[in-house]
């Protein structure tokens, strides 16, 4: 392993952002499912109820271990983590295509998740490193494109290859498998890790540091969440995700449910979807970067997704619907979730560097628990709203969550607007 005394500049730090955002990408692939969910529960006669415990358990598993791989990483080190869990995943893949009873579909789930779970919670401090705050918004919004980018691959490779293997949803396994062995390959021989002492500053440019933790001091998660903003982002966002988990995992079987598409269909909307998103994600970032402006952004771009979310139960009461209509609204509800998210990752690295940047790892790792703790709250949940309501009442549920949200914004540390005079090496102001 790698690990570099001088910050990397230029063509250098991109290329190893490049490997982090790869690294994401594979990770969130290999837990994709959505696309041949209902030809899974078919072919292994398993109902939404029990695919949702099943779930449920693999998520748990996966939300410990990436609350203990976040402090990993602050420790050990981040490649040292990640590059070996990498391998193992894949081999994973190979083993879900092998599944033939619910005990085994848990069992392979579940390592899948607590080794994914370490991995994610490895990627986002990495990105960080390398991303000085004037582009930092940018920067995760690339890394976004892991979690997003992934919902959309699988979708899209489910799409065009489903019908090639006579609809058989092992081969989309298969396909999982190979593809993150080879690139799994590619970052290890292209990553690198920051010194520790590298780890603990605060990087406002490629070439100036704010400031350095006194490296002889000990730091805890105490001290972090001894702050009410770092409340505010964990609870904040744990509502925001209801809506994303709720596409991200049952996006295809809502829509099939809903107005009766065929799996191939549903994938290609939520494709759209996730392009869209994709997209606003990183372009929002660079916005955000130049504004040096997170808040606006993430509120502005909330208040879009809710309205469309709102439309979109309508559209879920109404029927039947054109193709088109709903193409159009997917896609302005993934544009608005994209446009707050990245900006919303780098206010949250930037409040936690104003704590201490040494917790950059546990902060994280509470971020990827988070992430499958809701998870596990949608899965239990959902089939249990769905079976007495309908996938109406659901989204309204999920609206509700990202109202929700918008009033945690408030304690976040960052301006609002954008002030001539304002000297960008200070700290955040509220």
Not at 186 to 209: C, G, K, M
Not at 235 to 258: A, E
């Amino acid at each position: 392993m790698r690990e570099l005394t001088e910050y990397p500049t230029g063509s250098r730090r991109r290329r190893i952002l490049v490997m982090a955002v790869l690294a994401s990408l594979i990770a969130s692939y290999e837990a994709q499912i959505a696309p041949v969910l209902p030809l899974l529960l078919e072919d292994l006669g398993i109902s939404l109820v029990t695919y949702g415990t099943v779930s449920a358990v693999a998520l748990c598993a996966g939300a410990v271990a990436s609350m203990i791989g976040g402090r990993l990483t602050d420790r050990f080190g981040r490649v040292r983590v990640l590059v070996p869990l990498m391998m193992l995943t894949a081999l994973c893949c190979f083993a879900m295509a092998a599944v033939r009873t619910t005990g085994q579909f848990l069992l392979v789930r579940a390592v899948l998740s607590a080794l994914d779970g370490v991995v994610v919670a490895a990627t986002a401090p990495l990105v960080r490193d390398f991303s000085p705050r004037m582009g930092r918004a940018q920067a995760f919004g690339f890394w976004t494109w892991g979690p997003v980018g992934a919902n959309f691959m699988a979708a899209a490779i489910a799409g065009l290859t489903l019908p090639l293997f006579d609809n058989a949803w092992q081969s989309q396994f298969l396909i999982m498998g190979a593809t993150s062995l080879l690139i799994s390959l590619v970052i290890a021989f292209n990553i690198a890790d920051l010194s520790p002492q590298l780890r603990a500053r605060v990087q406002q440019t490629e070439h100036r540091a704010l400031g350095e933790a006194a490296a002889a001091e000990p730091v805890g998660m105490r001290t972090l969440f001894a702050h009410k903003e770092m409340w505010a982002h964990v609870v904040g966002i744990s509502v925001w995700l209801v809506l994303y988990l709720t596409l991200s995992l049952f996006g295809q079987k809502m829509l099939v449910d809903s107005f009766a598409l065929s799996p191939s269909q549903a994938s290609a909307v939520m494709a759209v979807f996730w392009v869209l998103n994709i997209g606003t994600v990183v372009l929002a970032g660079r916005w955000s970067d130049r504004l040096q402006l997170r808040k606006p952004f993430t509120a502005g771009g909330t208040a879009i997704a809710a309205m469309m979310t709102g439309y979109l139960v309508v559209l879920v009461g109404r029927g039947s619907i054109s193709l088109a209509e709903l193409l159009i609204t997917g896609a302005l509800i993934g544009a608005g979730m994209g446009a707050a998210y990245a900006p919303w990752m780098a206010n949250y690295s930037e409040n936690t560097e104003d704590v201490d940047p040494r917790l950059q790892g546990g902060a994280w790792g509470v971020f990827s628990f988070l992430t499958r703790a809701v998870a596990v709250l949608v899965v239990l949940l959902m089939p249990q709203v769905v079976a007495v309501a309908g996938w109406g009442t659901w989204l309204v549920v999920s609206l509700g969550c990202l109202l929700a949200f918008l009033p945690m914004l408030l304690l976040f540390r960052g301006p609002w607007r954008r002030s001539p005079t304002r000297d960008t090496a200070s700290s955040p102001t509220r």
